[in-house]
């Protein structure tokens, strides 16, 4: 592969694991913590 491939790979992944965890962080009950 070619090392732009690979960058547009890597950028996608990233992309992913970001919006994934973007989502989870979204979905998840909020717990108020007053511990700063």
């Given amino acids: 592969m070619s090392i732009?491939?690979?960058l547009?790979?890597?950028?996608?992944?990233?992309?992913?694991?970001?919006g994934f965890g973007?989502?989870?962080?979204?979905l998840m009950p909020r717990k108020k913590r007053d511990k700063n």
């Avoid at 790979?9 to 694991?17: S, T």
């Avoid at 973007?22 to 979204?26: D, T």
Wanted: aromatic content about 16%; cysteine-free.
């Fill in 4 to 6: 732009w491939t690979q």
């Fill in 22 to 26: 973007w989502l989870v962080y979204k």
């Fill in 8 to 18: 547009i790979l890597l950028l996608i992944v990233l992309h992913l694991v970001a």
